[in-house]
């Protein structure tokens, strides 16, 4: 055998090796590799009426459930799978393709509620109309709020940014008859609203999911006008950045309880609490307020600017005038206060 043949044999061999690997490493995809974005407990679906199985994968991958929805599909037609019934399905934490293509074969002998999580302010209001909704005494949703060791096993999270998963909306759930199954089922709702793109997002501007949820909390208490919302989003993340407080009067409105005021005065100011954000930097330790999606995506999504400072407008439209200086935005703030005045507002 000539050299040069033996060079053809080693290439064919090459070849044949990387062929052998590649078809491996789509086989362990494909069977066994995690396709699952759950971390902790179960994801419960529910299905309507009956669906293809390529519109189930669909589904699964816009809601941010599984990483590969090719993956999920060769094994559904592996296993003869083409039609997902009708029904209420649990898909379990880091499960592969078989194991979710099993789950999606067994529908669970469950009712579902839709549960709808409505804006409010009032934590204490927010619960009641949770707890309304879903069948569960108020009080038993509270005690699990409140219960440490439950709150650390569910995400890590402590009584105040545990509200941080009070995403507004309307929810697909199953019927729940304990408290802690209802706030599980909801923290895997959070679990999947924070897909890829937004955890990268987060992690580009330094900030953790939590935290970006309050900072959206702050920034819709502040307006109410989705292209006003990242140019605030803007301001302050450049006063987090600088390390200024954020001295915003949302959170002082939490921080008082006075949802109803009007006007917030100096001596408002004075309260000490960890969310008077005009008495300690940083971030409050929670949302002042149950948060949209399109306020969370206005932070992720914020403008870049130099504005430092905003007031509203001094023709009461809800809209607001941006500066960069402080000195601006004094002036601005005396024509805000005197418009006030002038119309009794107090």
Sequence with gaps: MSSQERKIISKRNVLLA???LLLIIIL???????????????????????????????MLKEKGIIHSRLSLLAMAYLMGMHYVEDGVYSIPQRSNNISICNALNKPLDK??????????QNRKSLIKAIAK?????????WRKLNDKKFLHQTGGFNKENIF??????????????EAE?????????YEFFWNEEREEKAKNINLTREEVVILASIVYMETKMPEEMPTIAGVYLNRLQKGMKLESDPTLVFANQKFAVRRLMDRDKKINSPYNTYKYKGLPPGPICSVPPSAIDAVLNYEGHDYLYFCAKDDLSGEHVFSETYEEHQKHAKKYQEQLDKKKIF
């Design 18 to 20: 990387c062929f052998l």
């Design 28 to 58: 362990y995809n494909v069977t066994v590799g995690t396709n699952c974005r759950i971390r902790k407990g179960m994801y419960t679906i529910y299905i309507e009426k009956k669906m293809p199985v390529m519109e189930v994968a669909n």
């Design 111 to 120: 009712k579902i509620i839709h549960l709808e999580i409505p804006f409010l």
């Design 133 to 141: 909704n879903s069948g569960i005494h108020p009080d038993d949703i």
């Design 164 to 177: 941080c998963i009070f995403i507004t909306g309307k929810y697909v759930c199953e019927t729940q008859r």
């Design 181 to 189: 199954e209802l706030i599980e089922n909801l923290y895997g709702h």
